[in-house]
């Protein structure tokens, strides 16, 4: 099992940044790949970032690229979710999930943290 908390959620301005944390535990962090995800009310969770197990390969969604940035200290147990420019489309509760390095399904998931941004 791998236990995810999420941290760094919350109000912000229009054009402001947030940097989410992800804190795992549970068994060897860099052994999975990790990603953040997000649900807005009334839409479905969609994809935003993902990392590699060992950082060297990120994606993201076309909606937030060039404006967040994932990474992730295997030392800490830890990935991130840099915000920047945050538009009040992006409000919605982030989530983290890992997926085994082998793997491409995530199957540990945290419990989410409410990003808010005010226009």
């Known amino acids: 099992q791998v236990q995810l908390v999420e941290s760094g959620g919350g109000l912000v301005q229009a054009g402001g940044s947030l940097r989410l944390s992800c804190a795992a535990s549970?068994?060897?962090?860099?052994?999975?790949?990790m990603g953040w995800f997000r649900q807005a009310p009334g839409k479905e969770r969609e994809f935003v970032a993902r990392?590699?197990?060992?950082?060297?390969?990120?994606s993201y969604a076309d909606s937030v690229d060039g404006r967040f940035t994932i990474s992730r200290d295997n030392a800490k147990n830890t990935v991130y979710l840099q915000m920047n420019s945050l538009k009040p489309e992006d409000a919605a509760v982030y989530y983290c999930?890992?997926?085994?390095?082998?793997?491409?399904?995530?199957?540990?998931w945290g419990q989410g943290t409410q990003v808010t941004v005010s226009s």
């Open positions: 990392i590699s197990w060992g950082g060297g390969r990120t």
């Open positions: 999930a890992a997926a085994a390095r082998d793997g491409t399904q995530y199957n540990y």
């Open positions: 549970g068994r060897t962090f860099s052994n999975y790949n």
